[in-house]
């Protein structure tokens, strides 16, 4: 069974991922029915090791998938793989971290994913990925322990740390990591 993990609005049409990594445009633009289109139809076939995948709208006119998951040399660790959708063509092309986010700071989590230029927010990394990943409160049970909460990873180096202090026991119950971003 396939569950959807992220969806988000881009170009006018809105698109949803699934957690086998499906891609779907939906028209919403008219009072029948929404209709629904295929673009990566069978996933990416990478679904027994992901955790989640976001979608982000970029400033410059791409659909990303930012997909986490288990890393296989180091246990207990978290690797991510930023993906362009490339909807005329209907595949995803794996980009490099060094150039996937054009030197802007991504922000994902249970709201909506946004870019940002350090450049005008001089507080944050580029290249760098702002997690809230607060359902992940059973992370121990995945052997990731240090996934929880406020995350940022980066990309180039595929290291993270926390924001915040790690989340406790009620937080865990009770998420409170949600990004609060400026009408930019």
């Known amino acids: 069974?396939?569950?959807?993990?992220?969806?988000?609005?881009?170009?006018?049409?809105?698109?949803?991922?699934?957690?086998?990594?499906?891609?779907?445009?939906?028209?919403?633009?008219?009072?029948?029915?929404?209709?629904?289109?295929?673009?990566?139809?069978?996933?990416?076939?990478?679904?027994?090791?992901?955790?989640?995948?976001?979608?982000?709208?970029?400033?410059?006119?791409?659909?990303?998938?930012?997909?986490?998951?288990?890393?296989?040399?180091?246990?207990?660790?978290?690797?991510?793989?930023v993906l362009q959708v490339d909807v005329e063509e209907r595949r995803l092309v794996r980009l490099s971290p060094a150039t996937a986010f054009q030197d802007q700071a991504v922000f994902v989590g249970l709201n909506e994913s946004r870019c940002l230029h350090p450049r005008e927010f001089p507080e944050l990394r580029p290249n760098c990925i702002y997690f809230t990943t607060p359902w992940l409160t059973n992370a121990e049970s995945f052997g990731l322990d240090d996934w929880s909460g406020v995350v940022i990873y980066d990309l180039e180096s595929q290291t993270s740390a926390h924001v915040l202090p790690k989340p406790d026991h009620y937080s865990k119950l009770c998420p409170w990591h949600v990004w609060l971003i400026p009408n930019v």
């Open 1 to 81: 069974m396939d569950l959807y993990a992220d969806c988000v609005s881009h170009n006018g049409r809105f698109y949803a991922v699934t957690m086998c990594g499906a891609v779907e445009a939906w028209d919403l633009s008219t009072e029948e029915e929404p209709s629904r289109e295929a673009i990566i139809a069978a996933g990416d076939g990478r679904y027994w090791r992901v955790l989640t995948r976001f979608l982000v709208s970029t400033p410059w006119g791409a659909l990303l998938q930012i997909r986490t998951q288990r890393r296989r040399d180091h246990r207990g660790k978290i690797k991510v793989v």
